[in-house]
């Protein structure tokens, strides 16, 4: 991993890795940070970027169910997986210093080895 030279991590094109799944993302989440956060995918000046958000399952305010947040997770990991990006993520929820708080997110810009086009509008 890297930072680009707006300060963002990045990473550097990885081998091919097993999918992720809700399921690991969800027990990463907990056993790392206590709590189910949000994960979003963010397109600033034609890059994606993972986010994971300061919002959490367990809040009162969360505005999704278990069931809806699981399935919105899903998606994330689906534009993640195909752009091959998941052992990428994967480390970088791993060793990651840094944690969510109210108001600020954690960002990772996805590389996409020229596929973004694929997820861009």
Same mark, same amino acid.
């Given at each position: ?7 963002? &991590?990045?990473?550097?094109?990885? %081998? &091919?890795?097993? &999918? ?6 969800? #027990? !990463?989440?907990?056993?790392? /940070? ?7 995918? $963010? ?6 970027? $993972?986010?994971?958000? /300061? #919002? ?8 999704? %169910? ?6 919105? !997770?899903?998606? $994330? ?11 990428? $993520?994967?480390? /970088?929820?791993? %060793? ?11 960002? !990772? ?10 997820? !861009?509008?």
């Amino acid at each position: 991993m890297f930072k680009d030279d707006s300060g963002m &991590p990045q990473v550097a094109a990885s %081998t &091919p890795a097993e &999918p992720l799944s809700t399921d690991e993302v969800v #027990a !990463l989440f907990r056993s790392r /940070w206590q709590a189910s956060y949000d994960m979003q995918i $963010v397109t600033r000046r034609r890059r994606l970027y $993972v986010q994971v958000m /300061w #919002a959490y399952l367990e809040q009162q305010s969360f505005p999704l %169910t278990e069931d809806a947040y699981r399935q919105h !997770l899903a998606e $994330v990991l689906e534009v993640v997986n195909r752009l091959g990006e998941a052992g990428a $993520v994967r480390d /970088w929820l791993q %060793t990651t210093k840094d944690r969510p708080r109210l108001g600020k997110a954690l960002s !990772l810009q996805l590389p996409g080895e020229g596929r973004l086009e694929e997820f !861009l509008l």
